[in-house]
């Protein structure tokens, strides 16, 4: 029988909830293929089998991870056999499992200098745990992938730089800690800092004109002008009086003179 041999796309795994989750929680790890699959084999660390499925025909297998403990919290990739030819793909790229560890403490977290800054300042975030043999890690508004992650000096301290921030910089900080060891454990997400940053030099705070203040040049021009053409008007009327008074005032008291 011939077999025609095809290019086998490497799968895709995911994990869901892909990040956030802790010890006892459910985690679906699903792997995605391009091709039908005849048998699916999911690995755990670097190959360690954990699941083959049986005959299957769909694309999408999934694995259910039950109370998740610190022995799940690694690495996972899958690799199916494509239906009919036999080929084997390649395994996908790896996906970390971390989970988070609620019996260590939240690391604390400072910013300096505090409140707003200028943009183009130099802004210091301080996250304060202890230090549990793994790197500390800086998140941004709740974003799922760290921005920074920094080893901890031997007080648990690691320092976050922010050079020369501009008004995307600001917004809200957090950091959390790896456990080092067997697995991919966290700390607990601490506290958030908020960091504003408002545009500073080439006059920036002078470019801005208050919108009362053009409402309110506009008020006083309107009034002196209404004043100007009022006196204007009242001092051409009174010369006009002035002008027929001299000679209408003789008219007129002449008039009955003649009458
Ligand atoms: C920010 O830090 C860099 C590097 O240390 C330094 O060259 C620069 O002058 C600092 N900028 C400000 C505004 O302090
Ligand atoms: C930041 O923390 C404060 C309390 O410290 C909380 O009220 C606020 O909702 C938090 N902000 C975000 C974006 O999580």
Redesign the pocket.
């Given at each position: 029988m011939a077999v025609v041999l095809i290019f086998v796309p490497r799968p895709s795994l995911s994990l869901h909830p892909s990040y956030g989750v802790s010890l006892g929680d459910d985690v679906t790890v699903r792997c995605r293929m391009s091709h039908s699959p005849s048998r699916v084999w999911l690995y755990r660390g670097v190959t360690s089998e954990l699941y083959r499925t049986a005959d299957t025909e769909r694309d999408t297998a999934e694995f259910s991870l039950l109370n998740v403990i610190p022995d799940n919290a690694m690495t996972y990739r899958c690799r199916y056999k494509v239906l009919g030819s036999g080929q084997t793909s390649e395994l996908s790229d790896p996906v970390e499992l971390v989970a988070i560890d609620h019996s260590y403490p939240k690391p604390g977290i400072a910013l300096s200098p505090a409140g707003r800054v200028g943009s183009g300042s130099n802004v210091t975030i301080r996250c304060q745990g202890r230090d549990y043999g793994g790197p500390t890690l800086l998140y941004k508004?709740?974003s799922s992938a760290p921005i920074q992650r920094r080893d901890p000096d031997v007080g648990g301290t690691a320092v976050f730089t922010l050079f020369g921030v501009t008004p995307a910089d600001g917004?809200?900080y957090?950091c959390s800690y790896r456990i080092g060891g067997c697995c991919s454990l966290s700390s607990p997400l601490g506290?958030?800092?908020?960091l504003e940053v408002v545009p500073q030099g080439d006059g920036g705070e002078l470019r801005w004109t208050p919108p009362w203040t053009v409402v309110g040049g506009c008020v006083a021009a309107f009034v002196i002008t209404l004043i100007f053409v009022v006196s204007f008007l009242l001092a051409a009327r009174r010369r006009r009086m002035q002008r027929t008074g001299s000679p209408g005032g003789e008219k007129r008291f002449r008039s009955p003179d003649l009458l």
């Open positions: 508004d709740g917004g809200t957090r506290d958030n800092v908020t």
